[in-house]
């Protein structure tokens, strides 16, 4: 048969902002698609003088949804390579990380220039950056300090469906004007630590070819096959829970600080966004771009019920007899891949989380689930969390 199928296992993802290219290695589950809106017209009439009643519809098309994409990453921090060459990420040995032009484009508008990211400006918000690339022992920080705006960064997505990079036989998608809405850190203790990004676009199209825009330059590092030192182990995460008021939550030490062993978690981050329509009749409409919603950051967390002093049972404790408190304000620190600086791990500090009641799991041994809501400093503050990547030379 002349027929040629597609495979998911040899789909390549590649991020193109329009200047410069990424290739970003993804997970077996990923999806893009689009959908239309439309109207239904029907005829519901009583009989005519022969008995006849007309009983038809018409359909129309109004307009596309937005495109929706998703797909997961593995969390990946790496000391770039020092040199200036085609394809390095960095100009000096600077921490990056191979998903990093996904969290550009979610917190800010995702410019790049001298190989970094650049979030000094962001929205007409200048000053302090939210984006900023260290040594090994600084790491890569990023917050949300530059989010407050109407819109963030878009890019264009290539799901290229094939094993080679420029065969006529390719079938190569774009998805043009692409925001990030949401990212899920999931950390289960067997495996690797991994980001769940999903998005909207403005439109699918086939790319006649199969020709990528800035392949040849296109950034790789870190994310290749022979790049397998900066993967993140779960195993190794820790919390630490501290709270903000040590009277009311005295913790082990009435230091506030509570002790708690992971068995798995989740950190969501979402823009909740929205996509913008026009409806003008007699033409079927297309979304002209996207509007930033309420940012809201939370998630949970796992843990074994424990009884000793300033761990889990207390902070269960605590947490339902305290009625004077209507928030229950605690620091969260998440150390996902350890403390050690000889591995790659990713930090991630909330300093004013609301921690719901924590609810029991009956397993064989009985464990309790924490969610929590990241909330800024002020209202109208964008402090509510901040990541560190830090990894290690490839």
Known sequence: MADKLFFSRDVKVFIDDGTNSWTLPVLDGFS???????????????????????RGRQMFTDSYAPAEWSFST???????????????????????????????????TGLYGSYRFNQATSG??????????????????????????????T??????????????????????????????????IDGIATINWSGMGQLITEVEGGVIPHLAASITEGGTSANTSNFIRNRLTSLSITAANSSLYPGASSDGVYNAVLTGGNLTFSNNMTYLTPE??????????????????????????????????????????NTDDVTNDFNLVFSIGGTTSATPRLIATLPNCHLEVPSHSMDD?????????????????SDEASLKYLGTAL
């Open 32 to 54: 893009f698609s689009q959908a239309t809106n439309t109207s239904e017209i029907t005829l519901n009439e009583m009989a005519s003088s022969t008995g006849v009643s007309r």
């Open 74 to 108: 593995y969390v990946r921090p790496f000391v770039a390579a020092a040199g200036n060459a085609t394809g390095t990420a960095d100009s000096a040995a600077k921490t990056h990380a191979v998903e990093e032009v996904l969290w550009a484009n979610m917190t800010g």
């Open 124 to 153: 007409g918000q200048s000053g302090t950056a939210n984006w900023t690339n260290g040594d090994a022992a600084t790491g890569l920080t990023i917050n949300w300090t530059k989010s407050n705006v109407t819109t963030l960064g």
């Open 155 to 188: 890019f264009d997505i290539y799901f290229l469906l094939s094993k080679d990079n420029g065969s006529s036989a390719a079938q190569l998608y774009k998805l043009s004007s692409c925001c990030v809405n949401e990212a899920s850190v999931d950390f289960d």
């Open 280 to 321: 003008t009749l007699g033409t079927v409409n297309q979304p002209i771009g996207h509007v930033t919603g309420t940012r809201t950051i939370g998630g949970n967390f796992t843990c074994y019920l424990n009884s000793e002093t300033g761990s889990t049972a207390d902070l269960f404790e605590d947490i339902i007899e």
């Open 365 to 381: 041994v009985i464990s309790l689930e924490v969610n929590f809501h990241a909330l800024p400093g002020a209202i109208d503050s």
